[in-house]
């Protein structure tokens, strides 16, 4: 088992661009996340999905929009770079019960200039 | 709604020497606590969770933390610090209850820990 993975790992943007981060992942889970993670604030959920065919907005969905492509797929899309969304960002996906834990993927380091 | 304070920032121990870093949680809603711990440009990785069941849970790498309802905290400790614990970690909780906000992590702000030869 891969576990969660997130392509690319390293991205430059200029301001206006568009992009696509991937990830996927092979545990079957049902429910799938996109955080972002800024300096000293921790990670803040941008779109989650519960389950294939739905998504959901975090606290900062602001300029993201998401798919949910299959159970295993779920992309992040940048219509319009700023640099307001130079971050590191993180994939994560999560069974279901009362003992479950979220599993993160290793991260994509995106900046825009 | 529901909020992580990490009280500490920063937090610098010599190895060999105890680690305190500290967790204030506030929850509507019957929580489950977890704290994760990232690596220099790694992800996150779980170390402990709780789940209601016994308060004082024992994580991986000789790291423990105790729910303690009555002052809404989860401290994480350790009774010996390695070189090896130099990371950050995030004090988290998720809600249990509650329609479409079940199973949201809201993450605390991160406590830097350094550990000194």
């Known amino acids: 088992n891969a576990g969660v993975t997130q392509t690319p790992k390293f991205q430059v943007l200029k301001t206006g661009q568009s992009m696509t981060l991937q990830c996927a992942q092979d545990?079957?889970?049902?429910?799938m996340y996109w955080y972002r993670q800024d300096p000293g604030m921790g990670l803040r959920l941008i779109y989650y999905?519960?389950?294939?065919?739905?998504?959901d907005k975090g606290e900062v969905p602001n300029g993201y929009n998401v798919s949910r492509l299959n159970k295993r797929e779920f992309s992040l899309r940048l219509e319009s770079a700023a640099p307001s969304q130079t971050s590191v960002y993180f994939c994560?996906?999560?069974?279901?019960?009362?003992?479950?834990?979220?599993?993160f993927g290793p991260g994509t380091r995106l900046t825009v200039l | 709604a529901q909020s992580v304070t990490q009280l500490d920032s920063h937090v610098s121990v010599s190895e060999g020497t105890p680690v305190l870093l500290r967790c204030n949680y506030s929850?509507?809603?019957?929580?489950?606590l977890f704290w994760y711990v990232q690596h220099p440009n790694k992800g996150l990785q779980l170390l402990l969770k709780y789940t209601s069941a016994a308060t004082l849970v024992k994580g991986i790498n000789g790291f423990e933390a105790e729910f303690k309802k009555s002052e809404t905290s989860f401290h994480l400790t350790k009774p010996s610090a390695h070189m090896s614990d130099a990371a950050e970690y995030f004090c988290v909780v998720r809600r249990e209850t509650g329609g479409t906000s079940y199973g949201k992590l809201t993450f605390g702000q991160g406590t830097i820990l350094t550990v000194h030869p």
């Open positions: 999905s519960a389950s294939e065919g739905t998504t």
């Open positions: 545990m079957n889970h049902n429910s």
């Open positions: 994560a996906s999560r069974t279901s019960g009362n003992t479950d834990t979220q599993y």
């Open positions: 929850s509507s809603y019957s929580p489950s």
